[in-house]
């Protein structure tokens, strides 16, 4: 039976039932429900982002091999893959983003995918896979479950020698400056009319995580206080299951004058030695968001030291993060 979606206009309901049927789709309902993209797709506008993505592919999947797009969202590594004709390419999302991709990928001519319902995590197809593609990545890079989740896969999916698409990271903390229309003081340092909420800082301690940490964009950040270090790495392709760090601390000098409004979580990410991209504050057309992990402001010189410690007993879940800035 031909698939029918939920369009607004008849011509294209009409598209659908000339175009050819699909090659197969698990667990999926007799029509296509659409959903929309997010309005500000993060990955789709950032164009050194999509060109380091373009290049990794063209390099690393074959047409004898099998590949799988894990949550493969508004689809770009689906197409980028499809392009190379690989033997077999699954796109596996469980959710109505891949009604929509499918819905792209017809209208492209590109009917040589199997579009798969169903979390990545329950995924199996009949042959492991010579190349998973993914971007598991979250605000705070580790916070979409990107470590367990595809050293799992890995395990489950991947033939020995397979490629992990990106698979090496390197996590950088870094002071940051904020533009003074970006900042959001403490609810207890604001100075309001007839009220006094300095008694709140008493109660710091029992607050939610989520308090102390806040979403910036480039745009937001004036300036970074030290040059940038990696904090920490790690290679998806090798490590082992218990090879994040617990704890991370941070001490160096002040190369720039100014206030640390708080330390910016961000990210480099590479599919080889060549081939990368960054999520920076500093960096031009960086759409992503960052985490900030909020301190009290404090003025800082050049050649002062900086001390930040982070505990990460769950770095899955900066709900269980704690830092100390002194």
Request: proline fraction near 8%; charge should be negative.
């Amino acid at each position: 039976e031909v698939l029918r979606a939920h369009v607004p206009h008849a011509a294209d309901a009409a598209l659908l039932d000339k175009l050819p049927r699909e090659l197969h789709r698990r667990h999926a309902p007799n029509s296509l429900s659409l959903s929309s993209p997010a309005p500000q797709d993060s990955v789709l506008a950032d164009p050194q982002r999509v060109e380091m993505w373009r290049r990794a592919v063209e390099r690393y999947v074959r047409p004898n091999q099998v590949v799988v797009d894990v949550k493969a969202g508004t689809g770009l590594r689906t197409f980028l893959a499809a392009h190379q004709n690989p033997r077999k390419l699954y796109a596996v999302d469980d959710s109505r983003l891949l009604d929509t991709t499918q819905w792209v990928a017809r209208r492209n001519g590109l009917d040589r995918i199997d579009f798969v319902r169903e979390p990545t995590w329950h995924f199996q197809p009949q042959e492991k896979a010579d190349v998973l593609l993914h971007e598991l990545l979250g605000d705070a890079l580790l916070d979409a479950g990107l470590v367990p989740r595809m050293l799992d896969l890995r395990t489950r999916l991947l033939k020995p020698g397979g490629r992990i698409l990106p698979n090496r990271f390197e996590v950088y903390v870094e002071p940051v400056q904020l533009r003074e229309e970006a900042c959001v003081p403490f609810i207890w340092t604001q100075h309001l009319p007839h009220v006094d909420f300095r008694c709140l800082q008493s109660l710091r301690e029992a607050m939610s995580p989520s308090y102390f940490t806040r979403l910036v964009r480039s745009y937001e950040v004036d300036h970074l206080l030290c040059e940038p270090e990696p904090a920490f790495g790690f290679d998806l392709e090798t490590m082992r299951a218990e090879g994040l760090p617990s704890r991370v601390r941070i001490q160096r000098p002040v190369e720039e004058d100014g206030r640390v409004d708080g330390f910016c979580l961000f990210y480099k990410v590479a599919f080889d030695a060549e081939l990368a991209f960054d999520v920076s504050p500093m960096r031009e057309r960086n759409t992503t968001a960052m985490t900030l992990l909020r301190v009290e402001p404090r003025e800082f010189s050049r050649y002062d030291t900086l001390d930040f410690e982070l505990e990460l007993p769950n770095p899955s879940d900066p709900r269980t993060w704690r830092w100390q800035f002194t």
